[in-house]
């Protein structure tokens, strides 16, 4: 039974290219589907249509996304009516499309169809425009219904060709990870740079630092990427320069091409794969708000907003004596001007206590005294993620005294909640 409807899904594609060439052969031929009264028409089609398309957002409570899944549609509708012949003519030959980016750069010729649908409904509207002034073979409220049809079909496979066009220019082999990790490379004539590194894969990275004139393109080097589980040794080099947007002289990053161990790819490849750290450090979440949330926050749960949402990165350490181990963290980019400071751990830190923070900019900046208090992030890894985030809710500088306890605002106390005891202790470093 499961087979059997499985396999009539593939019929829907039939449908879909109905649904998607019908306002155009209208437009093109002045020909009415149905023979009904343009006010009794929408009277029942556009009800329909509004609540159908409501109700699902409502009952997928913010995870099912009407506009994605008829993107998803129009993608796929050709590919499903073409396997479909495959009743009529069993012979038919099917062959799997290779894999990676060579994969990715043949991808427009797939897109056929779409073109197709975009093409025709496009041309129509013009079209059935002229034949309405020329010879009025359509009324003006089917000349409106269906223009306004053709024109969503034409924005449906424009989407899927701008998407498929982007994903083509995308020359890299591997995903690419928006984290952000503590990294530390040594070159060639030994000097160390502690820095920080995010678009992440197990062969490339970005990093930022405070770059040297000698780090040119095809420059050498090894380092450490600083895993929760411990440092990962690599090697590789330098294969470009990102430099400031106003500063055109001014080096930011390096994109670096690497290798590690097969030990230390397996322990990257987990991390990046295994951990769900893109999700939390970037505010990623799959729900979205529906009509009802919108309007009624109040009494219909919504995606809550993450703080940390567009908060950019930067490596920082933290002791709790100057002499004493240091544990990395990522600093929250905006901390230059401390107001609203964030830190990322992957482990437990002590609160309400003077720790000495020493970050790792372009610029030298000194250490200074900070005070945290968990956040309890919303959505995905809010609570069970490894990784803890913490609000900067005080910081001095190095020279002043140390107090026991900041206080916290008012304000602070309704956005902050202290986390509740869990499996996790304090760091001991």
């Not at 309007?295 to 940390?308: A, F, K, L």
């Not at 959505?379 to 490894?386: F, K, P, T």
Request: charged letters at 20%; glycine letters at 8%; one cysteine or more.
């Amino acid at each position: 039974m499961n087979y059997l409807a499985s396999a009539l899904t593939y019929f829907d594609g039939w449908q879909k290219g109905i649904f998607y060439f019908a306002p155009a052969i209208v437009l093109l031929t002045g020909l009415l589907p149905l023979l009904a009264t343009t006010p009794e028409f929408l009277l029942h089609f556009l009800p329909y249509y509004l609540l159908t398309f409501w109700v699902f957002e409502e009952a997928g409570r913010g995870y099912g996304r009407s506009l994605f899944i008829e993107q998803y549609n129009m993608a796929r509708f050709a590919a499903f009516a073409w396997a479909t012949l495959a009743l009529i003519f069993p012979r038919m030959k099917f062959r799997v499309t290779a894999k990676g980016a060579g994969a990715s750069r043949s991808a427009m010729r797939f897109t056929a169809p779409q073109w197709a649908v975009l093409a025709i409904n496009g041309l129509a509207l013009p079209v059935g425009a002229a034949i309405y002034m020329w010879s009025e073979a359509l009324p003006l409220q089917s000349l409106v219904a269906n223009g306004l049809w053709a024109c969503i079909n034409a924005a449906l496979a424009l989407a899927v060709i701008s998407f498929t066009a982007v994903s083509q220019r995308n020359v890299r082999q591997r995903y690419r990870f928006p984290v952000a990790l503590p990294a530390e490379i040594v070159m060639v004539d030994g000097t160390r740079l502690r820095g920080t590194v995010d678009d992440l894969s197990d062969t490339g990275m970005r990093f930022y630092a405070k770059i040297p004139d000698s780090l040119a393109i095809g420059s050498k080097l090894t380092g450490h990427l600083l895993l929760p589980e411990g440092a990962v040794p690599f090697w590789g080099e330098v294969r470009g320069q990102i430099a400031m947007p106003d500063q055109p002289g001014v080096i930011k990053a390096l994109g670096c091409a690497f290798e590690t161990s097969e030990e230390g790819r397996h322990r990257l490849e987990e991390f990046l794969f295994g951990s769900d750290l893109q999700w939390v450090l970037n505010g990623y979440t799959d729900r979205v708000h529906t009509p009802m949330s919108r309007w009624m926050p109040n009494m219909i749960d919504g995606p809550v907003h993450n703080p940390i949402a567009d908060v950019r990165w930067n490596a920082a350490e933290l002791r709790v004596e100057a002499d004493g181990p240091a544990e990395p963290v990522l600093l929250s980019a905006v901390a230059m001007g401390w107001a609203d400071v964030y830190i990322v751990s992957h482990n437990a830190l002590p609160e309400r206590r003077a720790l000495i923070l020493d970050v790792y900019l372009r610029t030298d900046t000194p250490a200074r005294d900070v005070w945290l208090q968990r956040l309890m992030l919303p959505g995905m890894g809010g609570g069970e993620s490894r990784v803890f985030v913490y609000r900067v809710i005080a910081q001095g500088m190095r020279q002043q005294p140390v107090p026991t306890s900041a206080p916290l605002a008012l304000a602070d106390a309704r956005r902050v909640e202290t986390a509740r005891p869990r499996e996790a202790l304090p760091s001991t470093y």
